[in-house]
């Protein structure tokens, strides 16, 4: 069965937390919600999980970049393997715990990380 594409409206609202008639009214198409199936869900969960594997990726390509390194002298620099820093720029494996931490940090003050590392 092919999927139709559906257009997206985006539509901008104010609400006053404090006043629940500012709520914005449900639209929820509770036929379509009732025919979901658990395979439909596993289906858009897997397809989350790789949208979020390459944002992760276009991440640490995006601070690789900024900085100028190659994937060699990042992995130099901040003690990583360089398959990790491939594995990570490809999708395969996101950053987490304290590399991920380290990323960030180098995101928002790269200068200052550079001198310490």
């Given amino acids: 069965m092919k999927e139709k594409k559906r257009d997206t409206k985006i539509t901008r609202i104010t609400v006053d937390f404090n006043d629940p008639k500012s709520f914005p009214k449900s639209t929820l198409n509770k036929k379509l919600l009732n025919a979901t199936g658990e395979k439909e869900i596993a289906k858009q969960k897997a397809q989350d999980d790789l949208e979020a594997k390459m944002d992760a990726a276009l991440y640490a390509k995006s601070i690789r970049e900024k900085l100028g390194f190659t994937q060699k002298e990042l992995s130099e620099r901040i003690m990583v393997p360089l398959d990790t820093i491939r594995n990570w720029e490809q999708g395969k494996r996101y950053p987490t ?21």
């Fill in 97 to 117: 715990g304290p590399a991920r931490l380290l990323l960030k940090i180098l995101d928002k003050s790269p200068k200052l990380v550079l001198q310490v590392i």
